[in-house]
């Protein structure tokens, strides 16, 4: 987690930010518009400036965190927006449910995973995390609290989900739990020697498993560019409920570095191990725990400030499925002529699922994710790049990660922007929206 409280993942804008509690936040936006607003906050993981507003305040969200009510027969969750999901997971695991949609670490605010309509390794089985929301509860400045559904308000409600917290401060939610034998997963994994070779058995592996997803040896040039692994699983079908206490980060980065640990040579000597590693357990299903598939990350506590004190930057793109196969390697292809190493390479396939929510990233296609230590403009100039290359493959940029992405570039991945903006709250706005969605409207 971020290390500062109101910090956000990526750590590129240090600087400190002031936070309300929710009480004195619904309060202060019930009095009317702000000229610098308020913004709820969860836990800071987004790595970009959709949780900051610099201008204004923060309405520190992780503070109202109780769990309400769950059905062990329905699998139904009530819950405060600002609990995590590895409380909702403790509490639901030794009843055999699971959530139907995780992100890749589990200390997520429920808040946080609806507002920017998370996804998972199983898009193409169950879309994104808001498609298994049933009901919020809100407030807005302009109407007090309101009880909204896919058929109660439908449309905010689905504005709301995926709407970076701007179309009212979320208080809480009903949400419904996915069924499992066993939160354990069997996995299967299966290398591969190019983009073209993944792309050949991406679709089998959806059809086939609940759960996939593929790593990449990023800095792999030549012939060898694009090879890695694909990680394939199921749950298992016995076993391992009632073990779903989240337990402690096995390893923690105690202090920041004064310079980015992750630099080329490291993961030139990093990726070539794990590949290696991988490789060795290649065909058999292993059985795997739910905590080292889902969340492996998740073990080594403060990892991103191994990164520097910089920062870093995350690019996450989707493109069509009917350009991928130019896109992601012209996306590798940019990232290796800057000299750019990303530590964490992902490549997954999102399934026809329509969007949960107004404006929401996870579209069919295939999205590949990028992460670079902040190195100034010229990081800057090879994320710009980056969305040159999708947007002109028809794809989109993920706003939830995103810390400098053009206006031009937004709209060319949402065009229902505008949309989104007629149904904010007043006295609810983000540094993101400021620079994208605000600068698009003075625009005309």
Not at 301 to 309: A, D, F, I, K, S
Request: include cysteine; hydrophobic fraction near 40%; glycine fraction near 10%.
């Amino acid at each position: 987690m971020a290390s500062d409280p109101y910090q956000s993942f990526g750590r590129i804008k240090p600087d400190k930010r002031r936070a309300v509690s929710p009480e004195e936040g619904l309060a202060r936006i019930g009095d009317g518009p702000l000229a610098d607003g308020f913004l709820p906050f969860g836990k800071g993981l987004s790595y970009g400036d959709s949780c900051h507003n610099d201008a204004g305040q923060l309405i520190d969200m992780g503070q109202a965190d109780r769990i309400l009510s769950f059905d062990t027969q329905t699998g139904l969750l009530d819950a405060e927006a600002g609990v995590d999901l590895q409380a909702i997971i403790a509490q639901c695991g030794p009843h055999g449910w699971f959530l139907p949609v995780t992100p890749g670490t589990r200390f997520v605010t429920l808040g946080g995973a609806i507002a920017n309509d998370v996804h998972g390794k199983n898009h193409h089985r169950r879309g994104t995390f808001g498609a298994h929301v049933e009901s919020l509860t809100i407030a807005r400045s302009d109407s007090g609290i309101r009880e909204i559904s896919a058929r109660k308000e439908a449309e905010l409600f689905h504005a709301t989900i995926g709407g970076m917290g701007l179309t009212g401060v979320i208080l809480s939610a009903r949400l419904r739990m996915m069924p499992v034998r066993s939160l354990d997963v069997v996995q299967t994994i299966t290398p591969f020697d190019t983009i073209g070779d993944y792309l050949a058995m991406a679709e089998e592996a959806d059809a086939k498993n609940e759960y996939a997803v593929a790593w990449i040896d990023q800095l792999a040039s030549g012939a060898k560019q694009g090879r890695g692994v694909l990680l394939a699983a199921n749950h298992a079908e016995s076993g391992s409920k009632g073990d779903a206490a989240p337990g402690q980060a096995r390893l923690s980065v105690p202090f920041q570095p004064p310079i980015n640990v992750l630099n080329r040579p490291f993961l030139k000597l990093f990726n070539g191990a794990y590949r290696f590693s991988q490789i060795r357990k290649a065909g058999a299903p292993i059985r795997t725990s739910w905590q080292s598939y889902f969340y492996p990350l998740d073990s080594v506590r403060n990892w991103n400030r191994l990164y520097g004190p910089k920062g870093l930057y995350q690019h996450q793109s989707v493109v069509p499925y009917e350009t991928a196969a130019d896109a992601l390697p012209a996306l590798l292809d940019a990232a290796q002529k800057e000299q750019a190493g990303s530590f964490l390479t992902v490549l997954k396939r999102f399934g026809e699922m329509g969007r949960a929510g107004l404006i929401g990233f996870a579209r069919p296609g295939y999205t590949l994710t990028l992460d670079f230590p902040n190195q100034g403009e010229r990081t800057r100039r090879l994320m710009d790049r980056l969305d040159a290359i999708t947007v002109a493959a028809g794809g989109a940029v993920n706003p939830y990660k995103d810390a400098r992405m053009s206006p031009r570039t937004f709209k060319a991945g949402f065009p229902d922007w505008a949309k989104l903006e007629a149904m904010r709250d007043p006295c609810l706005i983000s540094d993101y929206w400021r620079r994208t969605a605000i600068v698009l409207k003075q625009d005309g």
